[in-house]
């Protein structure tokens, strides 16, 4: 889940409550098949130790193992460029917070929220964002600072010491829930306006359904994850479960921040935290704690990008590249926190383009192979797996249709 959490009501918003609840099932099952899917294929073709990558290699060639190793590179690009925005942010945040320091000269409508698109619907501002001081700025100075934090963990030989801390995860996503349900009860349904549950429609759905496809992106590594259960035999139970879990605590976040926050519903903010002023306590609380955790997984994010070159390239495994492809992850990160730090925008991508590849195609691909080796591939199975790929082509090419 992950960052995930945080921009789930934007896309609620942006899809409309109707489509992204619809959404939120669709794509919960689709991406379950298609992870059960690879699970199948790797009993009859593969093994415990493999993955993704070798059963192409096996089922499929080379070339369709190099380009699973690409794409996984790909997500985890993505997944580090929106750790990074959120670790400037929580910074930014947490710093301001402890140093009575207003954060911006934004319109504050109640109590604790904010609209910092400064919806028209409410009321135009004129008055432009502010930094407390041109040292401090969160599109500026401060994503370059959290690089003096965060190099020196990337260059740790033993990444273990971080695995550690992965408890915490639990304890955000479990605050995250405690948070949008006390939020919420102290508004209440806020839903009086019928047209707002339809929101932008289905002009914009695609942007929930490139999000989900991140959102629910496990399959470049669920068959290590499954290898770790106990009761083989139980796999496909045990995977329902847990799409089943994510997609409650999915909906739970998403739907019922989108239903109970007060404002215009387009104000909500692709980090839902940004819609509450900077002294809301329980809102400080949960940037210090995701600050913590988004530290202490970024290396373990890296680690796993560097794996996954050195695969593609046998020289990106060695000391010096591993310190190039550090400097360059950093580099991309700061450019896009200064000039592009929309979270939910390259999520979207990232989980259209990704998905696309590692949700979709492949697990489909793999198991028409897989069913024709067997020679129990019909026209109607693949047309099934056909659809799949399909959709998930669609899916990316609506990323470039939405404004």
Same mark, same amino acid.
Request: aromatic share 12%; hydrophobic share 55%.
């Given at each position: 889940?992950?960052?995930?959490?945080?921009?789930?009501?934007?896309?609620?918003?942006?899809?409309?409550l109707?489509m992204?609840?619809?959404?939120?099932?669709?794509?919960?099952?689709?991406?379950?098949?298609?992870?059960?899917i690879?699970?199948?294929?790797?009993a009859?073709h593969?093994?415990?130790?493999c993955e993704v990558?070798?059963?192409c290699?096996?089922l499929?060639?080379e070339? &369709?193992?190099a380009?699973?190793?690409?794409?996984?590179?790909?997500?985890?690009?993505?997944?580090?460029?929106?750790?990074?925005?959120? /670790?400037?942010?929580?910074?930014?945040?947490t710093v301001?917070y402890?140093?009575?320091?207003?954060?911006?000269?934004?319109? =504050?409508?109640?109590?604790?929220?904010?609209?910092?698109?400064?919806d028209p619907?409410?009321?135009?501002?004129?008055?432009?964002?502010?930094?407390?001081?041109?040292?401090?700025?969160l599109?500026?100075?401060?994503p370059?600072? =959290?690089?003096?934090? =965060?190099?020196?963990?990337?260059?740790?030989?033993n990444?273990?010491?971080?695995t +550690?801390?992965?408890?915490?995860?639990?304890l955000?996503?479990f605050?995250?829930?405690i948070?949008?349900?006390?939020?919420? @009860? %102290?508004?209440?349904?806020n839903?009086?306006?019928?047209l707002?549950?339809?929101g932008?429609?289905?002009?914009?759905?695609?942007?929930? %359904?490139?999000?989900?496809?991140? %959102?629910?992106?496990?399959?470049n590594?669920?068959?290590?994850?499954?290898?770790?259960? &106990?009761? !083989?035999? +139980?796999?496909?139970?045990?995977?329902?479960?847990?799409?089943?879990?994510?997609?409650?605590?999915y909906?739970t976040v998403?739907?019922?921040f989108?239903?109970?926050?007060? @404002?215009?519903?387009?104000?909500?903010?692709d980090?839902?935290l940004n819609n509450?002023?900077?002294h809301?306590?329980?809102?400080?609380?949960?940037?210090?704690?995701l600050?913590?955790q988004?530290?202490?997984v970024?290396?373990?994010?890296?680690?796993?990008?560097?794996g996954?070159?050195? &695969?593609?390239?046998?020289?990106?495994?060695?000391?010096?590249?591993?310190?190039l492809?550090?400097?360059?992850?950093?580099?991309?990160?700061?450019?896009?926190?200064?000039?592009?730090?929309? /979270?939910?925008? /390259?999520?979207?991508?990232?989980? &259209?383009?990704?998905?696309?590849?590692?949700?979709f195609?492949l697990?489909?691909?793999?198991?028409m192979?897989?069913?024709q080796?067997?020679?129990? @591939?019909?026209?109607?199975?693949?047309?099934?797996y056909s659809?799949?790929?399909?959709f998930?082509?669609?899916?990316? =090419?609506? !990323?470039?249709?939405?404004?």
């Amino acid at each position: 889940m992950g960052s995930s959490l945080l921009t789930m009501a934007w896309g609620v918003e942006r899809a409309g409550l109707p489509m992204a609840l619809f959404l939120l099932i669709f794509m919960a099952g689709l991406c379950l098949y298609t992870a059960y899917i690879l699970l199948k294929v790797n009993a009859r073709h593969g093994s415990e130790s493999c993955e993704v990558p070798a059963l192409c290699r096996t089922l499929l060639g080379e070339g &369709a193992a190099a380009i699973a190793h690409t794409f996984s590179v790909i997500v985890l690009l993505g997944a580090n460029i929106v750790y990074w925005l959120l /670790i400037t942010n929580f910074l930014y945040h947490t710093v301001n917070y402890f140093m009575d320091v207003s954060a911006s000269n934004i319109t =504050v409508y109640n109590s604790s929220l904010l609209c910092p698109k400064h919806d028209p619907l409410i009321g135009p501002s004129d008055l432009p964002v502010v930094d407390p001081s041109p040292y401090w700025g969160l599109h500026s100075t401060v994503p370059i600072y =959290v690089a003096f934090i =965060v190099f020196p963990l990337l260059n740790f030989t033993n990444v273990s010491f971080f695995t +550690k801390f992965n408890s915490l995860g639990t304890l955000s996503v479990f605050y995250l829930l405690i948070f949008v349900t006390v939020k919420g @009860l %102290s508004w209440g349904i806020n839903m009086d306006d019928l047209l707002v549950t339809v929101g932008r429609g289905s002009s914009d759905a695609a942007v929930l %359904s490139g999000m989900l496809a991140l %959102s629910f992106y496990i399959h470049n590594i669920i068959i290590t994850v499954m290898s770790n259960n &106990a009761r !083989q035999e +139980k796999n496909g139970r045990d995977l329902t479960i847990a799409f089943l879990l994510v997609t409650v605590t999915y909906t739970t976040v998403g739907a019922f921040f989108y239903i109970c926050f007060p @404002l215009a519903k387009s104000c909500i903010e692709d980090n839902i935290l940004n819609n509450f002023e900077m002294h809301d306590v329980m809102t400080a609380i949960a940037r210090a704690l995701l600050l913590f955790q988004v530290v202490t997984v970024y290396p373990l994010v890296v680690f796993m990008l560097r794996g996954e070159a050195a &695969a593609l390239c046998a020289r990106a495994g060695g000391r010096a590249p591993a310190l190039l492809i550090n400097l360059a992850v950093m580099t991309l990160s700061i450019l896009f926190a200064c000039f592009c730090p929309d /979270i939910g925008t /390259i999520i979207r991508y990232t989980g &259209a383009v990704s998905g696309l590849v590692h949700v979709f195609a492949l697990p489909s691909i793999l198991q028409m192979r897989s069913l024709q080796l067997r020679r129990k @591939l019909t026209w109607w199975k693949g047309l099934l797996y056909s659809l799949i790929i399909v959709f998930g082509t669609f899916n990316l =090419v609506m !990323q470039f249709f939405i404004v």
